[in-house]
């Protein structure tokens, strides 16, 4: 009898192997207790339920799954076994994806044909929410900008040019911009730029005008007027906001929109000039021929000014463009045809409308050192200008705009500049 009940207890741990390991063969599994019919007659054989006396003296590799080892029954798997590694399509860890910060030093020297000039230097930082298997992360970009810009060229930003002191003050002010850039992961290939940028943004300023505004009054009003030196420190400002789309299009290039409207309160130095002279002695005109005596001639010293005081406008400003970018990782080039629209809100504005037919192109000159964010660029755009004046007058002209800029992207990270 010991026998026999040690042949069934090995015949049930047979069972319970097969049926771990293979489930589709748990049922045969009983041919091993055959041999247990010889010891006793038929009705002993229905007893494997000797199971019961298991418990009692388990074998001690059986552990904790010999318990439910009823024949035909379900086992319950011990314990979840983690893979090694994530299955296909399943996100990744974020400790292996993360975000990392990214300092920004965008800057910008631009000059035009017209002999403006404009210099901007600014600082940011680039911060990403969310993970690279979430199609819909973003990443926003905040930058703070210095620019100074000034009406008689490069030579007299940088403090090269003796301009006279009629020219406009260089006007300083500071720009706090912001994008969001909706990343798309999942795209095919290695697109250079996201689906969808967006930028708010503003700037204030601060411009000194100097100018010849009215004097004290004559007791004799039949005498002319009288002018005296003033000055007004202005404080333009602007606000708006900018959108980008880049489309899937081809393998190399993609389709581009772009939108923007700002709203700007300036000042505009007025043209008028006053010019006069004083006396500043004599200057020798020659020699006398009879008395061969110098003569003399009276000198005058002669100033100009700007006459009347500068005029605050309001402008609304709505730009759109349309173009291609080469939208491989190292984008080489974007260019774009669009027209940006100035109306004035007010009757102080120097012009009614200012309409600009603009075509830019960006063109990489150099990349930077691998694992850096910039790249210089050169941004040429030509553009058509008409200006509709508050005086009835219209002005057609053309320019030509030279940039060069050190930036992340062929997109500008300040809403002005698309």
Same mark, same amino acid.
């Given at each position: 009898?010991?026998?026999?009940?040690?042949?069934?207890?090995?015949?049930?741990?047979?069972?319970?192997?097969?049926?771990?390991?293979?489930?589709?063969?748990?049922?045969? !599994?009983?041919?091993?207790?055959?041999?247990?019919?010889?010891?006793?007659?038929?009705?002993?054989?229905?007893?494997?339920? *000797?199971?019961?006396?298991?418990?009692? !003296?388990?074998?001690?590799?059986?552990?904790?799954?010999?318990?439910?080892?009823?024949?035909?029954?379900?086992?319950?798997?011990?314990? %979840?076994?983690?893979?090694?590694?994530?299955?296909?399509?399943?996100?990744? !860890?974020?400790?292996?994806?993360?975000?990392?910060?990214?300092?920004?030093?965008?800057?910008?020297?631009?000059?035009?044909?017209?002999?403006?000039?404009? *210099?901007?230097?600014?600082?940011?930082?680039?911060?990403?929410?969310?993970?690279?298997?979430?199609?819909?992360?973003?990443?926003?970009?905040?930058?703070?900008?210095?620019?100074?810009?000034?009406?008689?060229?490069?030579?007299?930003?940088?403090?090269?040019?003796?301009?006279?002191?009629?020219?406009? *003050?260089?006007?300083?002010?500071?720009?706090?911009?912001?994008?969001?850039?909706?990343?798309?992961?999942?795209?095919?290939?290695?697109? !250079?730029?996201? %689906?969808?940028?967006?930028?708010?943004?503003?700037?204030?300023?601060?411009?000194?005008?100097?100018?010849?505004?009215?004097?004290?009054?004559?007791?004799?009003?039949?005498?002319?007027?009288?002018?005296?030196?003033?000055?007004?420190?202005?404080?333009?400002?602007?606000?708006?906001?900018?959108?980008?789309?880049?489309?899937?299009?081809?393998?190399?290039?993609?389709?581009?929109?772009?939108?923007?409207?700002?709203?700007?309160?300036?000042?505009?130095?007025?043209?008028?000039?006053?010019?006069?002279?004083?006396?500043?002695?004599?200057?020798?005109?020659?020699?006398? %021929?009879?008395?061969?005596?110098?003569?003399?001639?009276?000198?005058?010293?002669?100033?100009?000014?700007?006459?009347?005081?500068?005029?605050?406008?309001?402008?609304?400003?709505?730009?759109?463009?349309?173009?291609?970018?080469?939208?491989?990782?190292?984008?080489?080039?974007?260019?774009?045809?669009?027209?940006?629209?100035?109306?004035?809100?007010?009757?102080?504005?120097?012009?009614?409308?200012?309409?600009?037919?603009?075509?830019?192109?960006?063109?990489?000159?150099?990349?930077?050192?691998?694992?850096?964010?910039?790249?210089?660029?050169?941004?040429?755009?030509?553009?058509?200008?008409?200006?509709?004046?508050?005086?009835?007058?219209?002005?057609?002209?053309?320019?030509?705009?030279?940039?060069?800029?050190?930036?992340?992207?062929?997109?500008?990270?300040?809403?002005?500049?698309?």
């Amino acid at each position: 009898m010991r026998t026999s009940l040690l042949l069934l207890h090995t015949a049930a741990l047979l069972s319970l192997s097969l049926s771990l390991a293979a489930p589709a063969r748990a049922q045969g !599994a009983a041919p091993p207790s055959e041999p247990a019919p010889p010891a006793p007659p038929a009705p002993p054989a229905p007893a494997p339920p *000797a199971a019961p006396s298991a418990p009692a !003296a388990p074998p001690p590799d059986a552990g904790p799954a010999a318990a439910p080892a009823q024949p035909g029954a379900p086992i319950a798997p011990i314990a %979840p076994i983690a893979p090694a590694s994530p299955a296909g399509g399943a996100p990744i !860890a974020p400790a292996g994806t993360g975000r990392e910060l990214v300092y920004l030093v965008p800057a910008e020297v631009t000059g035009t044909s017209g002999g403006a000039a404009l *210099a901007r230097v600014g600082f940011g930082v680039l911060a990403g929410f969310g993970e690279v298997t979430d199609p819909t992360a973003w990443d926003v970009s905040t930058v703070l900008e210095a620019e100074v810009a000034t009406e008689d060229g490069l030579a007299t930003l940088i403090g090269l040019s003796s301009a006279d002191e009629t020219a406009q *003050a260089p006007i300083g002010s500071l720009r706090l911009s912001a994008s969001f850039a909706r990343l798309d992961f999942e795209g095919e290939g290695s697109s !250079a730029y996201p %689906p969808l940028i967006l930028y708010v943004g503003g700037a204030v300023g601060r411009t000194r005008f100097s100018y010849l505004g009215p004097g004290p009054g004559r007791r004799d009003t039949s005498l002319p007027p009288t002018y005296e030196p003033r000055e007004r420190i202005a404080v333009p400002w602007s606000a708006g906001a900018a959108a980008v789309y880049v489309g899937e299009g081809g393998k190399k290039l993609a389709p581009t929109i772009e939108g923007q409207i700002a709203f700007d309160s300036r000042w505009t130095a007025s043209t008028d000039t006053l010019q006069w002279c004083e006396p500043a002695g004599d200057v020798v005109a020659g020699v006398d %021929p009879i008395t061969q005596s110098t003569t003399f001639a009276p000198a005058s010293r002669c100033k100009r000014e700007v006459l009347g005081a500068p005029r605050k406008s309001q402008e609304l400003t709505l730009t759109a463009h349309a173009g291609i970018v080469d939208k491989v990782a190292n984008a080489t080039f974007r260019a774009a045809f669009g027209a940006r629209v100035a109306v004035a809100l007010n009757d102080e504005a120097p012009d009614d409308v200012r309409i600009s037919l603009r075509a830019p192109v960006y063109v990489t000159l150099a990349r930077a050192p691998e694992g850096t964010k910039y790249r210089g660029l050169i941004r040429l755009m030509p553009a058509l200008s008409i200006d509709r004046r508050s005086t009835g007058e219209t002005d057609v002209g053309g320019m030509l705009e030279i940039s060069f800029l050190g930036q992340r992207a062929m997109f500008s990270d300040n809403y002005t500049d698309l």
